[in-house]
């Protein structure tokens, strides 16, 4: 048995933890491994486990520390890699028959992967994902079925589905996720954690499998809003090996993370118009309670509405089936069967658009940014639900994804822009699943996005709570 918790349950906290020396990262590794033994067959965290690597690796970190070489926060950090990025440890499936299993060894680390390894952290496994980061589980498949550890009856979100179930489930501290049309941030929401989209660029994207090649984000997601300002100090810069990647000065985000909103305007968004019919009824008083607490904290409050709103949504989907039809047509045609039936469903349905459609939605995506870039005038940041709903059961996919209730996801409009939106828990249905809230920054203005989530965080408890039967 492991010893009990001495330090609060994240990232930041086991970070001062190891300083204060009241746990080790063996210990800290040795509790997330166990609570994988535990509980990854009902939940379906892992594609592959590093127990054996791992542990090295912490003992390598607690020797460093005793030696006074302590490489930042992330030192001996237990972390949660979702498996369409590459790692040493082993191959990247992206949860698919279909990818070559020696693409990933021949690349070798993905340079997130490798900017977190040089910064001390220690990698578990590789998480489970939706295949090719889209579609549905499909259990015909021999892949594990991601489970919601705040009800295992329902989904932890797509398609960073492991890494959101695993850092709720205590089987890692933090975790990269990838965010298309709302990979991370839906996870994060439906899992009761805090998730980083950062801005397009900000982060290399090399080493991970594309899904669309102009929506493609990596970032961070952990249980709170300081965690994932840790991470991202870390895998924010350029990289010459992706095209996309920007070279933008790095702020310090930590220095942002004041508690004090005093300055900031804050445009809210309801998104009343274009919630789906089946919205929970706990999402407009949680997120009016939450709005009372960035205004206490000094932000000044206006209301707002996104431009171009069902149209970027459109955007979104129009540029991403097409894009990841190019990179799938060929393993489509040979390998139909092979794919899951919800991954073959959505990407093929990119063979329908023509070029012009193609090109409509980018300059319909050109607008919609011009247009945001005026709103931005006036406001520092933008707030929205993340979803209007709780977890969906997990019989019940096929109503959300392509499906009536898919507007209860307020995620796609922000990958077709591309700035940094953070979403973070604000509160549980009645049913005791997590709700979560996103704020939108400008482009590569993650510390206002950061210091606004964190001023809240550092007045809630939302993202502290853990379920039942889970965690240390």
Known sequence: ????????????????????????????????????????????????????????????????????????????????????ITTTEAPTTAQSLI???????????????????????????????????????????????????????????????????GVAAGMFLGGLGTDTGGSIRIPAAFCGISGLMPTFGRVPKSGCVPLGYSL??????????????HMLQVLAGHDPSDACCVDEPVPDYGSALTGDLTGVRIGVDTLARSIATDTDPSVPGLLEAAVRVLAERGADIVEVELPYYREMVTADMVTLTAEAMAYHATDLRARWNDYFAGTR????????YSAADYVQAQRVRRVAQKALAELYR??????????????PALDDLNTLIGGPRGTALHTAYWDSVGNPVLSLPMGFTADGLPLGMQLAGRPFDEATVLRAGDAYQQHTDWHLRTPEGYGS
């Open 216 to 229: 493609d984000h990596i970032g961070p997601m952990a249980r709170a809003v300081r965690d994932c300002a």
């Open 345 to 352: 469903t959505i990407v093929a349905s990119g063979a329908l």
């Open 1 to 84: 048995m492991t010893a009990p918790t001495t330090y609060e349950p994240t990232l930041d906290g086991a970070a001062r933890a190891l300083r204060e020396g009241t746990v080790t990262s063996v210990e800290l590794t040795r509790r997330c491994l166990d609570a994988a033994e535990a509980h990854d067959d009902e939940l379906g965290v892992f594609l592959a486990r590093f127990d054996d690597r791992a542990l090295a690796a912490a003992e390598a970190a607690d020797a460093a520390l005793a030696a006074g070489d302590d490489l930042g926060p992330l030192h001996g950090i237990p972390l949660g890699i979702k498996d369409i």
């Open 378 to 391: 006036d406001v520092d940041l933008v707030l929205t639900p993340t979803c209007s709903i709780g977890a």
């Open 99 to 165: 990818l070559d299993r020696a693409w990933g060894p021949a690349i070798g680390d993905a340079p997130v992967a490798a900017r977190l390894r040089a910064a001390g952290a220690v990698f578990v496994g590789k998480a489970s994902t939706m295949e090719f980061a889209i579609g549905r589980p499909d259990e015909s498949k021999p892949f594990p079925i991601p489970r919601n550890p705040w009800n295992p009856l329902t989904w932890p979100g797509g398609s960073s589905s492991g890494t959101g179930a």
